[in-house]
């Protein structure tokens, strides 16, 4: 198994404005995942991220809104930009390890005023 | 676009009793289903995978169905226990093949004593 810490663990933010959203892995894993769980909703995949190339968004996302990084085989970050209320949400971060289940960070619960 | 239905309603049961959660999908059948317990305020836990080529699997008091034909699996917990109170969530790998999972919306399962 692996074990993933998110920061922050939650934020309230004001809209306008950005938050960073960490996400490290305790051993170097190829493939990392950005969900969002909205309200009373299921997970949504937002991007994957592997390090050595850039992001690939799902559809109804963008780099602009959601730009992410990989410097990495242990870390990533995900921005939220330009924050409206609509995304308030808790964004998990996932990986895969040996085999097909992904194993989650606790989540970062994100509230925009 | 693959289309992922459980049941919204919460599941009531007693403890002791069989708790079956029921998982339909609407489109291509995935090479392999999961399921994932997410409890309040925390990311989803791996519980168990199956292959198409797989009819059921088993790990302790948790089995899982795989029907190709009806598009459906169906999760169980015998002798269920308060602990087993959590939301329940099943998730299909995309054509793509590259790790990505569909979540479905979750079924929150409530034992009581």
């Known amino acids: 198994s692996a074990v993933i810490s998110q920061k922050p663990s939650r934020d309230i933010c004001q809209r306008g404005t950005s938050l960073t959203i960490q996400c490290q892995v305790d051993?170097?894993?190829?493939?990392m995942f950005w969900y969002r769980q909205q309200p009373g909703q299921s997970l949504t995949l937002i991007a994957t991220?592997?390090?050595?190339?850039?992001?690939?968004?799902e559809s109804g996302f963008v780099i602009d809104k959601f730009p992410i990084s990989r410097p990495n085989l242990t870390f990533s970050t995900l921005t939220v930009s330009n924050m409206s209320p609509e995304d308030s949400s808790i964004y998990l971060c996932s990986t895969l390890l040996s085999g097909w289940e992904q194993f989650f960070g606790p989540g970062t619960r994100l509230t925009v005023l | 676009s693959q289309k992922i239905e459980q049941n919204s309603e919460a599941l009531n049961i007693q403890e002791g009793k069989t708790a079956t959660l029921t998982c339909n999908y609407t489109n291509y059948s995935p090479a392999y289903l999961q399921w994932y317990r997410q409890d309040p305020g925390r990311g989803p836990v791996f519980l168990l995978l199956i292959r198409e080529n797989e009819k059921e699997k088993r790990k302790e008091r948790l089995k899982v169905t795989f029907d190709t034909t009806l598009k459906q699996s169906l999760f169980h917990i015998t002798a269920s226990q308060p602990a087993d109170s959590a939301t329940y969530l099943c998730a299909l790998d995309t054509p793509s093949n590259t790790g990505k999972l569909i979540f479905g919306q979750g079924t929150t399962l409530q034992v009581k004593p």
């Open positions: 051993s170097q894993v190829t493939m």
């Open positions: 991220a592997n390090q050595g190339s850039e992001a690939t968004y």
